[in-house]
């Protein structure tokens, strides 16, 4: 079993559509939670950090259950800018991150 | 300012040959990590380095993967007697590292695509 999950996808929503991704991670030592955003054929950049107390980024919206090990990532408004793969990551240590294989998402005119 | 920068940005080498990705990472960042990433997956942790020293070598496959950091600060990754398997993008990050903290945050480089045939 991997240690970070993610549905694959790919997500295929129009523009100005609301969609929604979860991840679950298997390992409860976890410390920190991330989203990163990667680009096709391109480096991974960080989306947002996830907090227990949820947090917003304009129109990204990041949860962490740690009770249930999951972590959310809501996008409302899509663009046609969002279209790209969507990354979990966990922090195990204080370096040591732990990707799933990522979300992709396609947000069509 | 600058961020990572990795070079060669492609390389196509044939099996059994020998090769050497290079970091430069952040100014003043003391962290610097590999990472490999196949098609379809996620980046998977190599390597981290705390200044010149190796502080967790636990994510390299074998012993033909070795990176060094000589004067902490550019690094490079050198694979002997490459495999076909070993094709996959060769990402580096950086980080402030110690300083950084519990929120410390991870740059990546745009990788090195490597093909063995």
């Known amino acids: 079993r991997k240690e970070v999950e993610q549905d694959p996808g790919p997500f295929n929503v129009p523009e100005g559509a609301t969609v929604a991704f979860n991840c679950t991670y298997s390992n409860s030592a976890s410390q920190s939670f991330f989203w990163y955003r990667q680009d096709c054929r391109k480096e991974p950049k960080l989306l947002m950090s996830?907090?227990?107390s949820g947090n917003e980024d304009g129109r990204f919206t990041a949860q962490l259950n740690r009770a249930s090990q999951y972590i959310s990532l809501l996008i409302r408004d899509s663009k046609l800018s969002d279209s790209a793969t969507y990354l979990c990551v966990v922090n195990k240590s204080s370096y040591k991150l732990i990707f799933g294989s990522g979300t992709r998402l396609l947000v069509r005119p | 300012g600058a961020g990572v920068s990795q070079t060669p940005s492609n390389k196509v080498t044939e099996k059994g040959k020998y090769v050497e990705l290079r970091c430069d990472p952040i100014?003043?960042?003391?962290?610097l990590y590999w990472y490999r990433q196949s098609l379809g997956q996620g980046p998977e942790f190599l390597i981290y380095f705390q200044g010149t020293g190796a502080a967790d070598d636990s994510g390299l496959p074998n012993d033909r993967f070795f990176a060094v950091r000589p004067e902490g600060s550019v690094s490079t990754l050198k694979i002997q007697r490459t495999e076909r398997g070993d094709s996959a993008v060769y990402l580096c990050a950086s980080s402030l590292g110690l300083a950084g903290g519990n929120t410390d945050t991870q740059y990546f480089g745009p990788g090195t695509r490597l093909t063995v045939l």
């Open positions: 100014s003043g960042h003391t962290a």
């Open positions: 996830v907090y227990s």
